[in-house]
């Protein structure tokens, strides 16, 4: 199992073009259900609910290690859940006609108490994808034909909100991010035929469509109130995105060549983010805000729908057949830059120390540091990290580097991902014939 570690400050390369891919630090943990997941939501990197086929829904308490069923009290496809504190949620299911004159619409699920009781109510004659919510009082939902509904009372009434009648107002809504509570976008679109954001400046008052490109919108990031970054995509033609400068009022839009449907977007750090790309077992990640992206396959090219972020060192993702998917980051370059090569190795002490819960190591690897290896060559390193008994506890790097100098962080958790206890441990770099030790301590 990979480990929870990450490059924290400058990484500096020798002046000769190398520049370190991003790796894939996705872990497949055991599934806990066969159903398929099609959303999740965290409220921080331990407690979370995941949502998916046949009504079912899912929580953890322990990041995703573990999970249980809660009673939905549908057997319908939850396509989104909700949550808006560790109490009250809510998701959306759809009812399809089965026949003629049958009855069809949309399942709004509600819970007051973490989810061990949800209460589902019927909105006929309309499909809805997205629900959220800004306080216990205050939500909208957006849907088929361009409807965005809003309401004042938690859900218990919804009224329509004005849309201006501009293009691409009728088509799908498929989520919806605000900014603050009175800036906002929805977005969405049909496929072949156009992306679409919906913009709001007045908390929801007023909506304005605009036609951003020829894919549905799924997600959105904001860098700040006007630097907004939004990813979509086509079954057929790939995935694309839009980005804006001018807090919405135009977009560019970068077709990305990458084969699959974007449906989700989240940021591990200001640069780094990632979107799964659904049915085909691949994800994509960009290191630079989106300039660039490359698509990688999933554990056993799983497909999944769905990616979160909690913090810089945790993230979740689910798919098919109950997939839950855990992000423990590894060595990704942040600042790629020329530097002299160093000329031996070595290892820093680490700071702060005493810690808790964490400390950043700092290694020097040189050039040729593996035996054989060429000056322009990657070296093989190691660093892990040993309790006082000489047992391993930790492996925080195995792989080959470039030239360099790293800074490692360890949150003082086992190979596992589980906290280890107060104590001396023993920290240990080897690469190529060079090998060194130091202690630290670790005080909880």
């Excluded at 973490?114 to 205050?138: K, V």
């Excluded at 034909?145 to 919804?158: E, F, I, K, Q, Y």
């Excluded at 990704?332 to 000329?343: C, E, F, K, L, Y």
Aim: hydrophobic share 40%.
């Amino acid at each position: 199992m990979l480990n929870p570690v990450k490059i924290v400050v400058t990484i500096l390369f020798i002046g000769i073009g190398m520049n370190l891919p991003a790796q894939d630090y996705w872990v497949k943990l055991s599934p806990p259900t066969s159903r398929h997941l099609y959303k999740l939501h965290f409220l921080d990197n331990r407690l979370g609910w995941a949502a998916g086929e046949r009504g079912a829904i899912l929580k953890t308490t322990d990041g995703a290690e573990n999970w249980a069923f809660q009673t939905s009290n549908i057997d319908r496809d939850i396509l989104d859940i909700f949550m808006l504190d560790a109490a009250r949620g809510w998701g959306l299911a759809h009812l399809y006609p089965a026949g003629a004159d049958s009855v069809y619409g949309t399942y709004i699920l509600k819970t007051t108490d973490g989810g061990n009781n949800w209460s589902p109510t019927f909105y006929p004659e309309q499909y809805f994808f997205t629900i959220m919510f800004h306080d216990p009082l205050h939500g909208w939902m957006g849907g088929d034909g361009g409807v965005l509904l809003g309401t004042t009372n938690g859900g218990a009434d919804w009224f329509e909100a004005n849309v201006n009648p501009g293009s691409g107002s009728g088509f799908p809504i498929h989520n919806i991010r605000f900014f603050s509570p009175h800036y906002g976008y929805a977005m969405g679109g049909r496929f072949d035929i156009a992306g679409v954001v919906w913009r709001t400046v007045n908390g929801g008052d007023r909506w304005d469509p605009i036609v951003v490109g020829p894919e549905p919108i799924y997600d959105m990031h904001f860098e700040d109130s006007l630097k907004i970054l939004a990813i979509g995509g086509d079954l057929d033609f790939g995935s694309g995105q839009v980005s804006s400068s001018d807090g919405g009022l135009n977009w560019t839009y970068l077709y990305l060549g990458i084969f699959g449907q974007a449906r989700a977007l989240s940021f591990r750090t200001k640069t780094e983010a990632w979107a799964p790309l659904g049915f085909t077992g691949t994800y994509m990640y960009t290191l630079d805000g989106g300039r660039s992206w490359t698509d990688l396959y999933t554990p056993d090219s799983s497909a999944v729908y769905d990616l979160v972020f909690t913090d810089s060192l945790t993230g979740y993702a689910v798919g098919d057949s109950g997939t839950v998917l855990k992000y423990r980051p590894g060595i990704v370059p942040i600042i790629d830059r020329p530097s002299p090569a160093p000329a031996s190795a070595e290892l820093y002490a680490n700071y702060p120390n005493p810690f808790n819960p964490s400390t950043n190591i700092g290694l020097r690897i040189p050039h040729g540091s593996a035996e054989g290896t060429s000056g322009s060559e990657f070296g093989f390193v190691n660093l892990s990290v040993f309790d006082i008994t000489g047992r391993k506890v930790a492996t925080l790097v195995d792989k080959a580097l470039p030239p360099g100098e790293y800074e490692v962080q360890w949150n003082g958790r086992d190979d596992a991902g589980k906290e280890v206890g107060s104590g001396v441990y023993i920290y240990r770099l080897s690469a190529g014939k060079f090998a060194q030790s130091r202690k630290m301590l670790l005080v909880r």
